[in-house]
């Protein structure tokens, strides 16, 4: 008898604790999937940022019209994915709300490039004559916005990594603690912008 009571209270600890274990890593998880959606919404802003840098930069008539129009394109490409994104219009395989980029990664290294034939040194150098305090000014703007949009990327990406990891683990997906979450995708796209500033 008083071996039945002992294996009886095994059990219910192991099932308490098996319960605990489980309920941890769900909530684990729900708040790595919250902070993927954080990162991806600081990413989302600091794209805006950039584009409506190179928008200022375009329209500010401080590049040549070959260029401006270039940069201007490209920025305005950027800024139309982004809202498409805002009004709701999902893209083919976004299935994921609130966590996936919805494939505007090709605006996004547009851009990119579109600052790298736009800011040479060449051009940086005119810009810099012509446009004086004004144009530091707008030059600085891009250069900070660049920098943080490296930053939110690789944030976001290092949450969407974490996120995978643990959606790995054999307990997570034998009880399936993800629910029918599509598993989040890190975001690649070209955010290095080369010119020197």
Do not use: C
């Amino acid at each position: 008898m008083m071996e039945t009571i002992t294996w009886v209270a095994l059990a219910l600890v192991g099932f308490v604790l098996l319960a605990w274990y489980l309920t941890y890593s769900a909530a684990r998880l729900d708040r790595l999937h919250a902070k993927v959606e954080g990162s991806l919404a600081a990413l989302d802003a600091q794209v805006i940022r950039r584009a409506e840098s190179a928008l200022e930069l375009g329209t500010s008539g401080l590049l040549d019209p070959a260029t401006s129009l270039l940069l201007v394109d490209a920025a305005s490409h950027s800024l139309e994915r982004a809202g498409a994104e805002r009004a709701g219009e999902r893209h083919g395989s976004d299935l994921l709300h609130g966590q996936t980029f919805s494939g505007r990664e090709a605006a996004e290294s547009n851009l990119t490039e579109a600052f790298s034939v736009a800011l040479t040194a060449e051009t940086l150098a005119d810009v810099r004559v012509r446009g004086g305090v004004a144009a530091e000014e707008v030059l600085g703007r891009i250069e900070a916005t660049a920098l943080r949009v490296q930053l939110a990327r690789r944030f976001h990406n290092q949450a969407v990594t974490e996120v995978q990891r643990v959606r790995r683990k054999g307990t997570v997906r034998l009880f399936r603690l993800a629910g029918r979450a599509p598993l989040p995708e890190t975001v690649e796209f070209d955010d290095e912008v080369r010119y020197q500033a």
